[in-house]
């Protein structure tokens, strides 16, 4: 019986050596000491695997054999996903960015990319002082012009502002308040001390001119892709 036990050790002992070794091989280097967080639930599985095999004397060593065989197999798959997880997360977003607009996708470091809706327009999720607005992107625009309800949401009161700017829009001529938004980011592109509008009429969507835009490296509009640049 001892001799059987000793022997369901050295398979598990070869087994976790196994795993390590895998890792090594298909992708060394992959797991970096700030992530070692993330080994927690292989980790946890390990040692419930061993301590099941080890408890299992009267299992048969065929039986036992099957179910690691299992194991490690499952084992390569979680080590191959861990290992090749920027580029899964990459792949995702971009498909999440073709599908969903406004949320764009970062082809390239300092770089979004962003899909027309189905009426041509341009839409963008942006961050501004630390909380989501959408935006309509209009480069005609000089400024940014925030709706009453975005504003609200950034903690500005539409009613103590001075409403001292005049605009002419498709519905006609209306006043608008000059704003300061502390940052605004979109994706890896920030800016910092925007200068904004608040609209007082009715504004469906805040529009994204050109006081954030001129502040990136290229604009480019291309059939129905927009790319913006650092």
Same mark, same amino acid.
């Given at each position: 019986?001892?001799?059987?036990?000793?022997?369901?050790?050295?398979? *598990?002992?070869?087994?976790?050596?196994?795993? &390590?070794?895998?890792?090594?091989?298909?992708? +060394? =280097?992959?797991?970096?000491?700030?992530? #070692?967080?993330?080994?927690?639930?292989?980790? &946890?599985?390990?040692?419930w695997m061993?301590?099941?095999?080890?408890?299992?004397?009267?299992? +048969?060593?065929?039986?036992?054999?099957?179910?690691?065989?299992?194991?490690?197999?499952?084992?390569?798959?979680?080590?191959?996903?861990?290992?090749? $997880? /920027? /580029?899964?997360?990459?792949?995702?977003? $971009?498909?999440?960015?073709? #599908?969903? +607009?406004?949320?764009?996708?970062?082809?390239?470091?300092?770089?979004?990319?962003?899909?027309?809706?189905?009426?041509?327009?341009?839409?963008?999720?942006?961050?501004?002082?630390?909380?989501?607005?959408?935006?309509?992107? /209009?480069?005609?625009?000089?400024?940014?012009?925030?709706?009453?309800?975005?504003?609200?949401?950034? =903690?500005i009161d539409?009613?103590?502002?001075?409403?001292? =700017? &005049?605009?002419?829009?498709?519905?006609?001529?209306? $006043?608008?308040?000059?704003?300061?938004?502390?940052?605004?980011?979109?994706?890896?592109?920030?800016?910092?001390?925007?200068?904004?509008?608040?609209?007082?009429?009715?504004? /469906?969507?805040?529009?994204?001119?050109?006081?954030?835009?001129?502040?990136?490296?290229?604009?480019? *509009?291309?059939? =129905?892709?927009? &790319?913006?640049?650092?």
């Amino acid at each position: 019986m001892k001799s059987q036990t000793l022997l369901r050790f050295l398979v *598990i002992a070869a087994f976790v050596i196994a795993i &390590i070794a895998t890792v090594a091989a298909l992708s +060394p =280097g992959a797991v970096r000491t700030g992530d #070692a967080a993330y080994a927690a639930p292989l980790s &946890i599985w390990l040692v419930w695997m061993a301590l099941r095999l080890a408890t299992a004397t009267r299992r +048969p060593m065929g039986t036992m054999a099957k179910q690691l065989s299992v194991f490690l197999i499952f084992g390569v798959v979680l080590v191959v996903g861990y290992s090749y $997880r /920027d /580029d899964f997360k990459g792949i995702f977003g $971009r498909v999440l960015g073709d #599908a969903v +607009p406004g949320h764009g996708s970062q082809i390239a470091p300092g770089m979004m990319r962003f899909q027309a809706d189905d009426g041509g327009q341009f839409i963008v999720n942006a961050t501004v002082n630390g909380t989501a607005v959408q935006f309509l992107v /209009d480069t005609g625009a000089s400024g940014i012009a925030l709706s009453q309800r975005d504003a609200r949401r950034l =903690g500005i009161d539409p009613k103590e502002l001075g409403y001292t =700017g &005049i605009f002419s829009t498709a519905n006609g001529t209306t $006043r608008a308040a000059p704003v300061k938004l502390d940052s605004i980011q979109i994706g890896p592109l920030s800016a910092n001390d925007v200068s904004a509008w608040v609209n007082e009429g009715d504004l /469906d969507q805040s529009l994204l001119g050109m006081s954030y835009l001129s502040k990136l490296g290229r604009i480019e *509009i291309r059939g =129905g892709t927009l &790319i913006l640049e650092r």
